[in-house]
């Protein structure tokens, strides 16, 4: 059964920083393309960050540009998010999500979703 | 940043009815639009991808339609397991943004 599990989520003071990891199972890791997807508490669905499989192409949403950092680990099957200067506006449901197609550049569709880890952002 | 925008925001229907939701970009997107639908406290779940192709095990009563910058997302004979929010999100450039949502109430 292709899976994600999310964790590392938790309750941080502003300026502070986490690191989120996602763990993935059933599937070739290192033939996809993944990416962090936020939702914050009754809002709608962001996108944050995406990585190849090769971890050699790298994007982002300007909201987090020079703040939070994706990195991947094919040996481990693990995608991971490095959130440092996080802000009160980064309080939100973080998933981590596959991309439909082998391969791809950069994200297609986003078929396999985590079952998401909640970040706290307040003092 | 390519806008996406759908609506209504929000709509109530019956079991059985059908049901239309919209998205518009703000430029065109040739058909690179995907289709979610989002239950509470869960994940979003692909239902739609390439405008019009159903992911694999979603009802054939989702239908995705539409080219350029307007695309529908129709449910024929709305079930009670399709009350839901639905986003629609754009793959054509970066950054990947996503709709508002649409939230289907029960009538």
């Known amino acids: 059964e292709v899976q994600l599990l999310e964790s590392g989520g938790g309750w941080v003071q502003p300026g502070g920083s986490l690191r989120l990891s996602c763990a993935a199972s059933g599937f070739t890791f290192s033939s996809y393309a993944m990416s962090w997807v936020r939702q914050a508490p009754g809002k709608g669905v962001e996108w944050v960050s995406a990585v190849s499989g090769t971890g050699n192409s790298i994007d982002y949403a300007d909201s987090v540009k020079g703040r939070f950092t994706i990195s991947r680990d094919n040996s481990k099957s693990t995608l991971y998010l490095q959130m440092n200067s996080l802000r009160a506006e980064d309080s939100a449901v973080y998933y981590c999500?596959?991309?439909?197609?082998?391969?791809?550049?950069?994200?297609?569709?986003?078929?396999?979703w985590g079952q998401g880890t909640m970040v706290t952002v307040s003092s | 940043d390519i806008q996406m925008t759908q609506s209504p925001s929000s709509l109530s229907a019956s079991v059985g009815d059908r049901v239309t939701i919209t998205c518009r970009a703000s430029?065109?997107?040739?058909?690179?639009l995907n289709w979610y639908q989002q239950k509470p406290s869960k994940a979003p779940k692909l239902l739609i991808y390439a405008a019009s192709t159903l992911q694999s095990g979603v009802p054939s009563r989702f239908t995705g339609g539409g080219s350029g910058t307007d695309f529908t997302l129709t449910i024929n004979s709305l079930q009670p397991e399709d009350f839901a929010t639905y986003y629609c999100q754009q793959s054509y450039t970066s950054p990947w943004t996503f709709g508002q949502g649409t939230e289907v109430e029960i009538k």
């Open positions: 430029q065109s997107i040739i058909s690179f």
């Open positions: 999500a596959k991309d439909r197609v082998r391969y791809s550049s950069g994200p297609d569709a986003f078929d396999i």
